[in-house]
């Protein structure tokens, strides 16, 4: 169906930048939409950002201004473009793909998880 396959992640300090990447791969399908959660210790997971297949991006609050969520023109690679990173960015990080096969849609999948550490 549809493939996830994550890299970037890694150890940061305060203030500094990394840039994950997400390619999706797979036969018969459309993507709708493509993004990135985040599940921190002790936390729920949730939504950092999301892409359409229109184009159109959505952020949560508390990365507005900071992230971006740039893809190619097919928007079957997504990246994350981490900057001015604190913190509470500290979380494992996983891509995710909503598409239709064959006529029908609402099919979900997630990537591996990638851990992002950001030190004080």
């Known amino acids: 169906q549809v493939q996830l396959v994550e890299s970037g992640g890694g150890l940061v300090q305060a203030g500094g930048s990394l840039r994950l990447s997400c390619a999706a791969s797979?036969?018969?399908?459309?993507?709708?939409?493509m993004g990135w959660y985040r599940q921190a210790p002790g936390k729920q997971r949730e939504l950092v950002a999301t892409?359409?297949?229109?184009?159109?991006?959505n952020y949560a609050d508390s990365v507005k201004g900071r992230f971006t969520i740039p893809a190619d023109n097919a928007k079957t690679t997504v990246y994350l473009q981490m900057n001015s990173q604190k913190p509470e960015d500290t979380a494992v990080y996983y891509c995710?793909?909503?598409?239709?096969?064959?006529?029908?849609?609402?099919?979900?999948?997630w990537g591996q998880g990638t851990q992002v550490t950001v030190s004080s």
């Open positions: 995710n793909a909503r598409y239709s096969r064959w006529g029908r849609d609402d099919f979900n999948s």
């Open positions: 797979g036969s018969t399908v459309r993507i709708n939409n």
């Open positions: 892409i359409s297949s229109g184009g159109n991006s």
